[in-house]
């Protein structure tokens, strides 16, 4: 397989296993453990609240990696263990056997998400690096709409069937990600052994508004708080969707596993969407325009007076998710260096898993009287995250135009 095509694919499903089933299914799966009585509906939030612990001390442990052969290793590790806690997790039913695995699989899943996209677009151009990157996280919506479809269709009524479904789908994905560390590893080796041979020409290549000093510019500043928020109003429909339908509509689990695959279908398309834009449509007003949706898409999952309208919502939410991912990933490419990339979209990642958790926990004590609310405060949020995005915007216009006049 051509190396840039197994590196986009390796990337997608990388993406499928760290967020859309370790992040996203986990909503379907967590809602199901608490109608069997496992655990309260509360704890689902304070489970996901702990799996992005763990996905933090993984950006963490990223963010010190420096020698690409030991991240390749280590991204290896995450792979594993992302893939085989679906088939141990739910082995033993008490809380604190999930609490443990929960934290493992963040760990797994950072190492995925902010390990691998790094190795699946580094010999794409700069200009091509945005459909790669739409392609790579339309990965994660992708297999949170198999995995939905499939355990609502054949496993629904039993918890260890549905996490078995969802492992045998990791497995699947894991394949590619594994072929492609294979390859990485020989391309370190031979690095090392022809140091002056250039195998990756197109890391070379920086934008014009590139910092190379490697401390962040105030628009990255900024970038990095919008990305505060929009990790925070990630948790509202992401992980509360499936209890909004069953306590609104009194629907049963299975149907609300069902309607959960409109956001993975969101997600998909949102994500593919932000790669065919025409390139004249720049990566700011791209995120600009995608967190608009996000507001309208979480507005109307709380306002929703009936089924089709919220899901609506919820597909618009997702479309936000899908979308806002890879542009923020490419921003990041176009203002840092090449060789700063991984540290930097890990940081980001621990910026957005930070807000993530905190209204985890602070969400999950309302969650049992009042889902609703939480759905508003995600308004809220998603509007605090486009005013921050709006003001990096301004920043890297301001920086770009000096760059020309100068």
Known sequence: MDRKLLGTLA????????IGLQRSQFAVLGEIMADERWFANSEIGVLSGLSLAGYIVGCVHQTS???ELNNIRTVRIGL??????FFIEPLINTLS???????IAGWASAQLVTGIPGLGIRFHALDNKRRALAYIFAGAGFAALLASVLVSLLASSSIIESWV???LIAVVLAIPIHNLLDICIEEELLKRFEPQRDANPA???????????????????????????FGAAQVTVLT??????????????????SSFANVGLGYTIGALASGYMPKKWGTDLLMTVSASIGIVGTLACAAGSNIPAVGLGGFAFAFWNGSMMGLLLHRINQSVPAAQARTA?????LVLSIGFLAFTFISAPIANQNVTLIIWIGVVLAGLHLVLQLLARRDFQMRLSQHAAS
């Open 11 to 18: 990337g997608s499903c990388a993406l499928g296993i760290g």
């Open 65 to 67: 990696i420096k020698n």
């Open 80 to 85: 594993a263990l992302g893939v085989l806690s």
């Open 97 to 103: 056997w999930q609490v443990i695995w929960r934290l």
């Open 165 to 167: 479904v969802t492992g």
């Open 203 to 229: 890391s070379a290549q920086v934008m014009p508004i590139a910092d190379t000093s490697g401390t962040w510019t105030r628009g990255l500043r900024l970038l990095a708080g919008s990305t505060l928020f």
């Open 240 to 257: 509360y969707f499936p209890l909004l339908l069953v306590t609104r509509f009194n629907v049963s689990e299975a149907a609300a596993a």
């Open 345 to 349: 979209w890990s940081q980001f990642s």
